[in-house]
């Protein structure tokens, strides 16, 4: 069975996981990506251990992180500040569809693999552009990392209570949001070339991709000329909301037609003659009495646990949800039965659970293929199979540290 991308090449020059991350997504959908990395150095998600407080070390010396951003890639080694280093991947380059970078634009241009040499070599390559700010403005050469990008898009004031400062979320959040952006891109430009005949630079930005996740958030913002309330649970309308049950654990309801799930609900909750209740029986009055009615919830789902609550919700077809620790994902049948954590072979691990592709084809598949490889472990076959250099001017370019 054919996968969407097979026979497609990307040449990726990037660090961390905002844009490497997306050609790890093109690599699931059947890619084939070279990674180019500094001789002796390398990407360094490789190094990072820890993050803040959060331990990212794995067995031997590696990284939660760089797994994730690199998986399905090819590493190689190039020194790309010599002149003979450029050649060797000006060459991949003219031989690739897709070269992605996340370096910032004035690194680039000095390493001279930006857009305007490249599309010289390569008229119909799609150059792939992440930045942190986005290609204009005054902050367009300035770096970001996740956390720019959800406090710079507003999103900080968009989780936790009224009360509380603005909220992180943890983790790499807006970074694989970037990172599906930038797979996103790709395959639009790769389809208009396909259709056009032309090649493009396409750019997308970690603050780009943290607005346009808030989308409908902003678009209030804009046109209702308000800023978009934090949820505050206890006073928030009774049937969009979240509540504690017996055992500590939590499930989130979001019932927000009155008409049709009012009924059910008090049927649920084994208080039937809540329907007609003067207080609550229309969903304005809901709303004006909704602290007094969750208190009443909250009384209410602290006698029987979560899981007896879900079988009883599921009998009146309401639309309620587990609030599930990333832990517990792996017991979650609706999650495992559809690929959304998947078993995976790691070559030092070994048998892993990894996050899958999360759409599902009928006439072709995606899967993480290969776990991210060892600094340069592929330079020899790269240049040797795609850039058709003999053993000799491999070994040359060795010794000359340009590999």
């Known amino acids: 069975m054919k996968q969407p991308l097979e026979g497609i090449r990307v040449l990726e020059l990037g660090m961390f996981h905002a844009g490497p991350g997306g050609s790890a997504i093109l690599g699931d959908l059947g890619a084939e990506v070279i990674k180019i990395e500094q001789p002796g150095t390398g990407d360094p998600m490789r190094h990072m251990k820890m993050v803040g407080s959060v331990p990212l070390k794995i ?24 002149e003979k280093g450029k050649e060797v991947a000006y060459r991949l380059a003219s031989k690739s569809d897709v070269f992605l970078t996340s370096l910032r ?9 930006d857009y305007p040499v490249l599309s010289k070599i390569n008229p119909k390559i799609i150059y792939a552009w992440v930045s942190g700010y986005g290609p204009n403005g005054p902050d367009r050469d300035v770096g970001a990392f996740d956390y720019q990008g959800q406090g710079r898009s507003g999103m900080m004031f968009c989780v936790g209570e009224p009360d509380m400062p603005p909220l992180v979320s943890q983790f790499g959040i807006i970074d694989q949001a970037t990172s599906i ?3 996103h891109e790709v395959i639009t430009a790769l389809l208009m070339r396909e259709r056009f005949g032309i090649g493009q630079e396409v750019h997308v930005s970690i603050l780009s991709t943290a607005l346009y996740l808030l989308y409908c958030n902003v678009l209030i913002a804009l046109v209702g000329d308000f800023e978009v309330p934090r949820h505050q649970r206890i006073k928030e309308y009774p049937l969009r909301n979240y509540y504690k049950c017996a055992d500590d654990r939590w499930f989130i309801l979001t019932a927000t037609l009155f008409d049709r799930y009012w009924p059910g609900l008090c049927q649920a909750i084994g208080h039937p003659g809540l329907e007609k209740d003067a207080r609550f029986d229309t969903q304005e009055k809901l709303h004006a009495n909704s602290e007094q009615f969750v208190a009443l919830l909250d009384r209410i789902f602290a006698t029987r646990s979560r899981d007896e609550w879900l079988d009883i919700f599921a009998k009146y077809d309401l639309p309620v949800g587990p609030v599930n ?26 048998k892993i659970k990894i996050p899958g592709y999360p759409v599902h084809f009928s006439k072709t598949y995606a899967r993480t293929r290969s776990a991210a490889p060892e600094l340069g472990e592929h330079t020899d076959s790269v240049l040797r199979e795609i850039g058709g250099y003999s053993a000799k001017e491999i070994a ?8």
């Open 181 to 183: 952006m930038a797979s």
């Open 59 to 82: 067995q031997g010396e590696n990284s939660i992180w760089h797994e994730a951003a690199n998986r399905n890639k090819k590493s190689i080694t190039i020194d790309l500040n010599k």
């Open 105 to 113: 634009r004035p690194a680039v241009e000095k390493l001279k693999m």
């Open 396 to 403: 040359q370019l060795r010794d000359e540290g340009v590999i």
């Open 325 to 350: 620790r990333l832990s517990e994902l792996v017991s979650d049948p609706q999650i495992t039965e559809n690929g959304y954590i998947v078993d995976f072979e790691h070559p030092r691990l070994g």
